[in-house]
């Protein structure tokens, strides 16, 4: 039978614990929040942080929320991934989507020796698996530069970016015919430019 004292400490918050441990506060999280535009103009916001949770744990998140309406273009898009990784390995990611043209889901989940993935989203379906660990992912490009990468995963599709680099600290991510331009200075990443048949969304730093 354990101890009064244990039942106790755990119902009243853990206030019996010893004054050092409960000083102890988590790690602050690291934040930085873009704005996204298009044509010169503010159509949205993207924040992307990082939560350590743990010495190996950390927590990831980046929260993209669009309204554009130009003319006869409309567009809404708001989707939020949340990524957990243990030591350097991605163990889970979940995508949510909500847009104009309905609701969709991505989900990665580690399974011990390989990724179950699905990723149903607007106009891409898409379930397989894999079996080499995910070390690097799209969101990771907001938290420094790419060196040495080769590809990134993409949480939303559920497939790999190709990343090359290019002059003046821009690198390019490509996957089945659309491509992204990632641009760094100071090792921090201080524009997107998501390229589009209609219109190219710039993504910028707000420091």
Not at 43 to 67: H, I, K, N
Not at 179 to 188: C, I, P
Request: glycine share 8%; proline share 5%; charged share 20%.
């Amino acid at each position: 039978m354990r101890p009064c004292w244990l039942t106790t400490a755990a119902l009243l918050g853990s206030t019996l614990l010893p004054v050092a441990a409960r000083a102890q506060h988590p790690p602050s999280a690291e934040v930085r929040r873009y704005a996204i535009e298009v044509a010169g103009l503010r159509v949205g916001t993207m924040t992307a942080t990082r939560q350590p949770l743990s010495a190996a744990d950390v927590r990831y998140t980046l929260v993209s929320d669009v309204q554009v309406n130009f003319l006869l273009y409309h567009l809404k898009v708001y989707y939020k991934v949340i990524n957990l990784v243990r030591g350097g390995q991605l163990l889970l990611s979940t995508v949510e989507a909500h847009t104009n043209q309905g609701d969709f889901a991505s989900r990665t989940e580690w399974k011990g020796d390989h990724y179950d993935i699905v990723a149903d989203q607007y106009k891409h379906h898409y379930r397989g698996t894999l079996r080499q660990p995910i070390r690097y992912t799209v969101t990771d490009m907001f938290f420094g530069v790419p060196a040495g990468q080769a590809q990134a995963y993409g949480e939303y599709f559920g497939d790999y970016f190709m990343l090359s680099s290019a002059p003046g600290n821009t690198y390019q991510a490509r996957r089945d015919g659309r491509e992204d331009e990632y641009r760094y200075a100071d090792g921090q990443l201080t524009t997107i430019i998501k390229k589009n048949p209609l219109k190219n969304f710039i993504i910028r730093w707000q420091p």
